[in-house]
């Protein structure tokens, strides 16, 4: 173990912000093992779940966008024939 007085200053705050660290470690080991590891878990399941359900659905959106455009543009052209065959006629 190194003592104390033998310790310097910028040493002094690397032990510092290692007990801390150490300290905070044991704390979230302590809770997560009460039971919460399943809670957070659950939430990240539940993220992920949620995540593949946006992803298909912008996938869908995307799909249905290119399908829609690809029907007016369908119309578009129908427009024009029927617009050319009404300017022949008349």
Known sequence: MIEAR????????????????LAGYVQALQK??????????????RYKTKLRETRKNLNNIKHEKNSLFENINKVSSDIKVFKNSINEHI
């Open 32 to 45: 997560y093992s009460k039971g919460d590891t399943k809670e957070i878990l659950n939430k990240i399941q």
């Open 6 to 21: 033998n310790i310097k200053n910028d040493e002094n705050t690397f032990y510092k912000n290692s007990l801390r660290y």
